[in-house]
């Protein structure tokens, strides 16, 4: 999924504002607004510790609690570093960020990941 320019642009344009007082605004648009402040709040989360992922508005957040309990990229590498070469399952993705760095290594890699909710 990726974003409609006109989120992309409302994101862009609100990436620093503060949420709460946002979400007080009468902003009228095309879209889901309390959602398109969420994915603001989600991209604040992860600015330090995501960097890059912070900065690519390919990428939409599935929820704020995702983003506050993934690894971060440095902690991710670190872990990438621990596993040997070969086929790799990791079973709790969460948000994917191991996921991402372990894939970069491995020759098969496969996610799996249980939401009950």
């Known amino acids: 999924m990726m974003y409609q320019k006109s989120i992309q642009n409302f ?4 990436s620093d504002f503060d949420t709460n007082k946002l979400r007080l605004k009468n902003i009228q ?18 600015r ?12 939409v957040f599935p929820s704020i609690l995702s983003t506050e309990q993934c690894s971060s990229e440095l902690t991710a590498r670190y872990k990438q570093n621990l596993i040997i070469p ?5 079973l709790t993705g ?3 960020v191991d ?3 372990f ?7 496969c996610n799996r990941l249980v939401d009950k909710t």
């Not at 330090?48 to 990428?59: E, H, R």
């Not at 070969?86 to 990791?90: A, C, E």
């Not at 894939?103 to 890699?109: E, G, I, P, V």
């Open 94 to 96: 969460g948000l994917g």
């Open 99 to 101: 996921s991402f760095f």
């Open 103 to 109: 894939s970069q290594k491995q020759s098969f890699f």
């Open 86 to 90: 070969g086929d790799t399952v990791d």
């Open 29 to 46: 648009a095309d879209f889901d607004v309390a959602w398109a402040i969420q994915q603001i709040e989600a991209r604040k989360k992860i």
């Open 11 to 14: 994101i862009l344009e609100y």
């Open 48 to 59: 330090d510790k995501l960097p890059t992922w912070a900065s690519n508005m390919n990428i």
